[in-house]
């Protein structure tokens, strides 16, 4: 959008001419005509080049709201219509932004709308320079300072219901920013006349009607007021009260503005007590008293308001009272006190009236900047307004009119120098030549007044210190005798004979061509209100007041500080502010607007012909449009220039490349503008007829219609375009959507039907399967049922056939019973008695056998041979307890057995195969019952000795023991280790371990020992084997039975060879080498000792004697 931000023009909708120097032709007619025409749309204002006109509407229009403020923001002047708020904006940035003060000059008639609108011009500012919560108050203060002056400083007057009867000069400050920091007001002479007398259809100042209609009853009577107006003398019943004016409701604006500017409450008390003070004062009557010297001398009539005024005051009675009778003049150092007429009572009383009106008035504008100054000391900006009052003439002119109209010149004068020197300037920074034009200068009118030498107010001041008898006839005189030639002046009796017949002024009058007309002014007063004297006694009855604010008003009342000089007059001090402000004006960048009133009657809508062009021809508007249209009548920056007017050339648009002159010319070059008709400035194009300018103006109309239509046609075929787009993308993502919505409805209905085929079929076959299954179930539950019955029947009937013959049985059995009973009984009666022996017999026999059983809980030992066992009890159960023994007995025999290991079992085995051998056979046996059967005794693996040996036997050897052998020969015994193994047996030295002997087991025949109690064996070897070579062995070992039965034991486990024989005799034969010898043992003699002693008694026979046991 910023892109395409719209650039509008003053020339855009316009109603007339919005610039008066476009107007074509230029003459007053068209140039009213112009303002009527825009006046009666409403337009109030018009431009001059950067003047600006303002039409009063005398209605309120809605062009002050505040989105006109931000449309008027930052715009170019030229930019929107025409509006002060163009010119506020314009004056503003120009502050801010080139750092230039700007003042503001609103100039016109009375009632013409110059209050208004430099109000406009403050809220404007205020509105668009920056915010925050001190800037704020600033703003607030300054725009409240006005209700405050208002009520103060402005009244009701035929031409003006709210007409400002001072001058105001308002000096805005900013910062840097453009930021207001405070302001400055300076007041120009108060109209103060209007305090003691109004002309006929006007009023004092609004404060004194707001104060009695607005304030309380309360304050009113602290003020000791009564709210009637008609109570006041001061006050003119004409027109008390105002249409469209709410004096109450203004009241209290006031003393909210008061609040926000900074009065303090016992200030604001003090300034309604001098309000009421002077309405007091108007009260104040007297009446003469002769006196002696034949003068009559005032004295207060009712001293009631007096009294009351004193009060308020703080005055002491008696002294006000007494300066109102006398007055004491002084000079060269002597006091005289002269008695005042009734005339000069009234005069004085006046005076007083006047006097404290205005210095209040003074005082508030000062109390006001004191609030209202800027706190920094800071370079400041300064943006002055200037509301003045307007030239005015009434039907009776006198030295205030003089002072405001002649203000007014001075600002005609200000307003001519500086558009003249401002237009100059301009072509000389442009570079444009400039043609001299000829307008009307007021400045011989304000030479006429304020030449010291010989101008009216130095007359005046002239007439007033002269010495002597001072009336206004004398300064009237003094007049027509210095100023009768001046072509401005007119008086009846200057030397100039042109107005001795002049019927239309008067003889007491003079009257001045001022710049806006005629104007007859009346000499009545001129000296004295010039002199604006207070007699002193009455200063100083007030400086004596007990009255903070009363005091500082009459500072000269100070007895310590006499003054013999005379005061400055009014016109001189008058005179002295002007050149100030005049100064203070030339010195800033000015801005003007003139406000023309429409008509007389303060009425919207009359547009009176005669009134407003009276006002454009003294407001010099022709003057200033023609200089403005002197050279050129038109100018504008080549900017916006281009901006405006590119569309008409083709080179121009869209875009001009290159600096905006160059376009400017191309451009005109191209529309054939002829070249007087324009000249290139520095930075704008001049145009010198607005008819030239006007011929742009319709060409761009007409191009614009072309390029709307253009762009009318290209927008509509884009939006045409994007919309059919928008359709078809739309109508593909619809028909999409349909389809889809379609095919899936489509889809379900045939999935919906696809199970609802499915679940009929699904149905009819289970029900279908149901049944067949129900009639299967029922069929098969008929035949079990059937069959239950059938067996069910063929049970009850086995069951009944049964029954029958088990009852049939039974009653047999018990009919055979009965029977047989009967018969036993009968036989057996007599046997009675032995068969309840037999019962007893039984009986008894059962409980012996219960007693018996009961009494073997207690076991004997669990010792196998253990052979202890309780003696039977009764003979009878012999056979049983010995049964019971024996079972006992095997009992404990296992469970000893179930204890033992394998090692144990086959030790016991081999003491059982060693029982079995030996006992009762031979004598040794019982000694080795005890011994243990170690096996080995030698320990070889452990003796390094036997390492050899060791290494020779290869399998696990059962016997390893030291035997003795008995030499073959002579039966002498040498030790051997005997060695046997499963395969084996070893003969081997004790001492070496030298294998002596080994003898495979397979070639060993049989084993011979004696039945006595001796170690002897002889091992017999096969007869034709190998070992058999040397013949048997005999050896000797205590250790015998173990010897012996482990050798057994091999036999008997191995398999593949024979049991090993073992002969138990005492006389056997051994086989040495080819001899059969034969051992025989006999029981040795006690010669003998306790040893076994082995002889070889011949070759036959080896005997061997055994001690005897
Ligand atoms: N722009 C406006 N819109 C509406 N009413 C206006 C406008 N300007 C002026 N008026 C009306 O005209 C009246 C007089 O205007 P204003 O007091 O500004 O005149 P003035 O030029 O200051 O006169 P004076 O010189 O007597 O002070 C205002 O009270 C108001 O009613
Ligand atoms: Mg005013």
Redesign the pocket.
């Known amino acids: 959008m910023s892109k395409m931000e719209v650039k509008t023009s003053l020339l855009d909708n316009m109603i007339g001419v919005g610039d008066m120097v476009l107007i074509e032709p230029l003459s007053e007619d068209t140039f009213i005509e112009n303002l009527k025409k825009r006046f009666d749309h409403n337009e109030?204002y018009t431009y001059i080049g950067s003047v600006v006109i303002?039409m009063?509407?005398?209605?309120?229009?809605p062009i002050y709201t505040a989105e006109k403020v931000e449309e008027y923001r930052n715009r170019n002047f030229y930019e929107l219509s025409p509006h002060v708020y163009a010119l506020a904006d314009e004056a503003y940035r120009s502050l801010r932004e080139q750092d230039k003060d700007q003042c503001i000059l609103i100039t016109?008639?009375?009632?013409?709308?110059?209050?208004?609108?430099s109000k406009?011009v403050m809220s404007y500012v205020a509105a668009v320079c920056g915010k925050g919560q001190e800037v704020n108050k600033v703003k607030e203060q300054l725009l409240q300072s006005n209700p405050v002056l208002e009520a103060f400083g402005?009244a009701k007057?035929v031409?003006?219901?709210?007409?400002?009867r001072f001058g105001k000069y308002m000096d805005i400050e900013f910062d840097f920013k453009g930021d207001p920091l405070g302001g400055v007001i300076s007041n120009y002479l108060l109209e103060k006349s209007r305090v003691v007398k109004q002309p006929r259809g006007e009023r004092n100042f609004h404060i004194f009607y707001q104060l009695l209609s607005g304030a309380s009853d309360d304050t009113l009577k602290k003020l000791k007021l009564d709210r009637d107006f008609s109570k006041y003398n001061y006050l003119s019943l004409d027109s008390a009260t105002v249409n469209g004016l709410d004096d109450a409701a203004s009241f209290r604006t006031v003393r909210n503005a008061m609040q926000i500017v900074g009065f303090m409450e016992d200030e604001v008390q003090s300034i309604l007590e001098l309000v009421a003070a002077v309405l007091k004062l108007g009260n104040i009557e007297f009446k003469p008293e002769s006196r002696c010297n034949g003068y009559d001398e005032s004295r207060v009539k009712d001293k009631n308001d007096l009294k009351e005024m004193c009060e308020l005051l703080g005055i002491e009675q008696s002294v006000l009272e007494r300066a109102f009778s006398f007055r004491t003049v002084e000079a060269k150092m002597e006091k005289m006190s002269t008695t005042l007429n009734v005339a000069q009572a009234y005069y004085a009383r006046d005076a007083l009236a006047k006097n404290l009106y205005s210095r209040l008035f003074s005082w508030l504008v000062n109390r006001i900047n004191e609030s209202i100054k800027a706190q920094t000391k800071s370079r400041k900006k300064v943006m002055g307004v200037l509301?003045i009052?307007?030239f005015e003439i009434f039907e009776d002119n006198s030295f205030e009119q003089f002072i405001i109209n002649y203000c007014n010149e001075k600002l005609q004068q200000i307003f001519i120098e500086l558009t003249l020197r401002e237009e100059q300037e301009e072509y000389v920074r442009e570079g444009i030549e400039w043609t001299n034009i000829e307008y009307f200068n007021n400045a011989i009118i304000c030479d006429l007044i304020e030449n010291n030498k010989n101008g009216i107010l130095a007359m005046l001041d002239e007439e007033c210190l002269r010495p002597g008898t001072v009336t206004d006839e004398t300064f009237l005189d003094k007049l027509n005798t210095v100023c009768a030639e001046h072509q401005h002046f007119e008086s009846r009796q200057s030397k100039n004979s042109k107005f001795l017949t002049d019927h239309s002024l008067p003889h007491n009058c003079f009257r001045i061509q001022h710049y806006a007309g005629k104007v007859l002014y009346r000499v009545e007063g001129f000296v004295d209100k010039n002199n604006d004297l207070l007699y002193r006694d009455l200063s100083q009855a007030m400086y004596k007041a007990n009255h903070s604010l009363i005091k500082i008003l009459f500072p000269e009342g100070n007895p310590a500080k006499v003054n013999l000089k005379r005061p400055p007059t009014a016109g001189f001090q008058f005179k002295a502010s002007v050149g100030t402000l005049m100064k203070n004006l030339l010195s800033k960048n000015p801005n003007y607007i003139r406000?023309i009133k429409p008509n007389d009657k303060?009425a919207a809508h009359i547009f009176t012909d005669s009134l407003v062009c009276h006002q454009v021809r003294y407001l010099g508007l022709m003057e200033n449009v023609r200089v403005r249209r002197a050279g050129y009548a038109f100018r504008q920056a080549y900017e916006p220039c281009l901006e405006r007017y590119k569309m008409l050339c083709k080179q121009t648009w869209p875009h001009w490349k290159g600096p905006a002159r160059g376009g400017v010319e191309v451009l005109l070059t191209d529309l054939q503008v002829p070249a007087e008709e324009f000249a290139y400035g520095r930075s704008k194009i001049f145009i010198r007829n607005p008819r030239t300018l006007f011929f742009l103006e319709e060409k761009r109309r007409q191009c614009l219609e072309d390029l709307a239509t253009l762009i009318q046609k290209i927008y509509r075929g884009w939006k045409s375009r994007t919309h059919f787009l928008l359709l078809k993308k739309s109508q593909v993502v619809v028909a999409a959507w349909y389809r889809r919505f379609a095919q899936q409805k489509k889809y379900q209905n045939i999935r919906s039907s696809a199970l609802v085929f499915q679940s009929f079929i699904r149905g009819w076959k289970a029900r279908k399967l149901l049944r067949e299954l129900k009639h299967k179930k029922r069929c098969e539950k008929a035949v079990s049922t059937i069959s239950a019955y059938w067996h069910g029947t063929q049970a009850r009937r086995e069951l009944k056939r049964l029954k029958e013959e088990a009852r049939r049985k039974h009653a047999v059995a018990v009919i055979w019973a009965y029977w047989l009973g009967l018969k036993v009984r009968r036989e057996y009666r007599k046997f009675f008695r032995a068969n309840a022996g037999k019962k007893i017999y039984d009986f008894t026999i059962q409980r012996i056998m219960q007693k018996y059983f009961l009494g073997l809980k207690k076991m004997p030992s669990m010792s196998p041979v253990d052979k202890s066992w309780p003696a039977r009890p009764y003979g009878f159960l012999d056979g049983t307890h010995q049964e019971l023994r024996r079972i006992f007995h095997l009992w404990r025999c296992k469970k000893y057995r179930s204890q033992f290991t394998e090692e144990k079992k086959a030790t016991y085995e081999e003491k059982l195969a060693a029982s079995e051998l030996f006992k009762d056979k031979k004598a040794l046996y019982p000694s080795s019952v005890g011994q243990p059967f170690k096996g080995d005794y030698v320990e070889m693996t452990k003796n390094p000795k036997y390492q050899k040996l060791n290494s020779f036997v290869e399998d696990k050897v059962l016997v390893a023991d030291v035997v003795s052998k008995i030499n073959r020969a002579n039966g002498k015994v040498t030790p051997r280790i005997f060695l046997l193994t499963k395969k084996s047996l070893v003969l081997a030295d004790q001492k070496t371990g030298q294998v002596k002997a080994s003898v495979p087991l397979p070639d060993l025949s049989s084993v011979s020992v004696s039945t006595q109690n001796d170690g002897f064996f002889a091992l017999k070897l096969k007869e034709g084997s190998t070992s058999a070579a040397k013949g048997d062995f005999l050896l000797s070992s205590d250790r015998l039975i173990e010897i012996i039965t482990k050798l057994h034991c091999i036999g008997a486990t191995s398999a593949d060879r024979n049991k090993i024989n073992i002969d138990i005799s005492d006389e056997f034969l051994v086989q040495f080498k080819q001899d059969k010898v034969c051992v025989k043992f006999i029981q040795g003699t006690p010669k003998n000792g306790n040893g076994v002693a082995c002889k070889r008694k011949n070759n036959r026979l080896l005997e061997v004697s055994v001690p005897s046991p």
């Open positions: 109030i303002s009063n509407p005398y209605k309120s229009l016109g008639e009375s009632g013409a709308g110059k209050t208004e609108a406009f402005n007057t031409r003006n219901d709210n007409s400002s509301d009052y307007g406000c303060k």
